[in-house]
């Protein structure tokens, strides 16, 4: 049984993951902004917190022998995450990122008819509005990250074309952008990304249209209108506690069974090639061809 220590989240969300694990159990609740020294015993962390730990502190999960698991994506530029795939190799431990996002029930879901019941997929329109954030770090929001993840994963490959468009003076971490992605093979996406709203939850929204169906997800889906008398009520579900079991399943599938995890340090640098990019596009706005990276 593999024992973990957990970063971010509740004590109540934790609980409703423990239940669904199998060959893995939460031993502790711990904070990675405490020197790793403090560590109760555990073979492995996972990272959950919307606020990343350091590099530094990262690093020092894995010289201290504990496979570790992020599992929000976070803000790290390509060298940041070079050096920590490496460095897990060094240590003979397991490091790995793994989106959320992709295993929401809903996406989830989706991907299972791809391409069998939708046909191959035509056009992926995704939107994103979230509250603007209170210090903004001039990095790309790790959700803009995750969007494009999701995009490729769904699509299969990373586009060969993109291009994207941001008003006049404005900068990637509080404005909106849009995104142009395209497949030579056949196949778009477009999403639109914008991070302008007063603080609260955002929204998101995914339609697909393949050559044979379409399928359509959103936050909407998971609100509930309570009626009492009056006006009614809504009462927000959340699809957490499954989604991060499955992520965490995932990572305790790989350590039980081997699993080379290197494929996804190929993955998330083909997002950051897209990334760039889209950074390209906007700076000449011209659309960037990525055929030969």
């Known amino acids: ?127 994103r509005w979230e509250p603007l954030p209170q210090s903004p770090d001039g990095e790309p929001p790790s959700s803009l990250l995750s969007d494009l993840d999701l995009v490729c994963w769904l699509m299969g490959k ?9 008003p006049a003076g404005a900068t990637l971490p509080t404005s909106m952008i849009q995104i142009h992605l395209g497949w030579r093979a056949g196949g778009m996406a477009l999403i639109d990304h914008a991070r302008c709203l007063p603080s609260g939850p955002g929204y998101v929204s995914l339609s697909i249209i393949g050559f044979s169906g379409a399928i359509y997800a959103d936050d909407q889906h998971n609100t509930h209108l309570l009626f009492k008398g009056g006006l009614p009520q809504a009462i927000p579900t959340s699809e957490e506690p499954s989604q991060m079991a499955a992520v965490i399943q995932t990572f305790l599938d790989g350590l039980h069974n081997g699993t080379n995890f290197t494929a996804l340090a190929t993955s998330w640098h083909e997002v950051h090639l897209v990334l760039d990019a889209v950074e390209q596009s906007v700076a000449s706005n011209q659309a960037i061809h990525l055929e030969n990276r």
Not at 103 to 123: A, D, M, N, T
Not at 158 to 166: D, G, N, Q, S, T
């Open 158 to 166: 990373r586009p060969e074309v993109v291009f994207a468009l941001r």
């Open 1 to 127: 049984m593999i024992q973990l220590a957990v970063s971010g989240g509740n004590e109540a969300t934790w609980k409703a993951v423990q239940a669904r694990l199998r060959g893995g159990t939460i031993a502790s609740i711990i904070d990675l902004h405490h020197p790793v020294s403090l560590l109760p015993s555990c073979d492995a962390v996972v990272v959950a917190s919307p606020v990343r730990p350091t590099d530094s502190a990262l690093e020092d999960c894995l010289r201290a022998g504990k496979h570790l698991l992020l599992a929000q994506v976070p803000s790290l530029s390509p060298e940041s995450m070079a050096r920590l795939f490496a460095r897990a190799h060094d240590c003979g431990v397991v490091f790995t990122i793994l989106n959320p996002d992709r295993y929401l029930p809903s996406r989830h879901f989706i991907k299972q008819h791809l391409p069998e019941k939708l046909g191959e997929v035509g056009l992926i329109r995704m939107h």
